[in-house]
């Protein structure tokens, strides 16, 4: 599962507190949330897509722009141009594609990452 190939690699960053979705509640700074956004499954004239891309997103959270940035370099140094097998997962590639930046009022410091996973999938 794609999300779990996912946790795999990010899990040795902010002190393992990487989440799929939604982070624990009160959970305290730095943490990462991810989370799948889209599918765009590639046609295949032999039936079910044998490559599926999935635009999936990364979000670093800490209380300091430097600390959010430098969490969001350390997510970006271990994804970006990714390939191979986690978690039974068949990791194509994994591209970089955009971030941002985001300051909440509640002195959360925020940016989300979105990425291209690419999947082969095996018959």
Do not use: W
């Amino acid at each position: 599962m794609l999300h779990e190939a996912i946790y795999s690699l990010l899990v040795s960053l902010a002190s393992g507190k990487v989440y799929p979705g939604i982070a624990k509640e009160n959970e305290k700074l730095p943490y990462i949330v991810h989370f799948q956004i889209d599918t765009d499954p590639s046609p295949d004239s032999d039936g079910v897509s044998k490559l599926d891309r999935y635009r999936y997103q990364v979000s670093c959270f800490a209380g300091s722009y430097r600390e959010v940035q430098t969490l969001g370099d350390q997510v970006r140094t271990v994804l970006d141009e990714f390939k191979g097998v986690v978690s039974d997962v068949n990791i194509s590639s994994i591209r970089y594609l955009t971030e941002n930046y985001i300051y909440e009022d509640t002195n959360v410091h925020h940016i989300p990452i979105d990425f291209e996973v690419a999947i082969l999938k095996l018959r």
